[in-house]
Nanobody
Framework: VQLVESGGGLVQAGGSLRLSCAVSGRNFSSYALVWFRQALGKEREFVVAINWSGGSRSYEGSVKGRFSISRDNAKNTVSLQMNSLKPEDTAVYYC??????????????????WGQGTQVTVAS
């Protein structure tokens, strides 16, 4: 299974970005998918997760109401729409996957497959 993120970049505070993650491999529709982020000098932190069907989502508190995760099981992609961006959202954003029908706990160790990350920089 390979994951490739795209869509990162530089944006002004208050702006929007849309990240995408293309997932190759079998059984995409059986994976729970998640976005983590890691700011410079900080630990990787959970952002948002979506279960296999898209019927269940979990958001970290500081992004709730601003970020939205979605998946397209026909195209093997998961997207993260980020609105009202703040400088503190600056980080490398990682897409990850795990073959489970449930939403795993929001820990990086719970996820099996990872992308290489995409940089998001929010200027104040």
């Amino acid at each position: 299974v390979q994951l490739v993120e795209s869509g990162g970049g530089l944006v002004q505070a208050g702006g929007s970005l849309r990240l995408s993650c293309a997932v190759s491999g079998r059984n995409f529709s059986s994976y729970a998918l998640v976005w983590f982020r890691q700011a410079l000098g900080k630990e990787r932190e959970f952002v948002v997760a979506i279960n296999w069907s898209g019927g269940s989502r979990s958001y970290e508190g500081s992004v709730k109401g601003r970020f939205s995760i979605s998946r397209d099981n026909a195209k093997n992609t998961v997207s993260l729409q980020m609105n009202s961006l703040k400088p503190e959202d600056t980080a490398v954003y990682y897409c990850a996957a795990r073959g489970t029908t449930l939403l795993p706990p929001p820990r990086a160790s719970e996820y099996t497959y990872w992308g290489q990350g995409t940089q998001v920089t929010v200027a104040s």
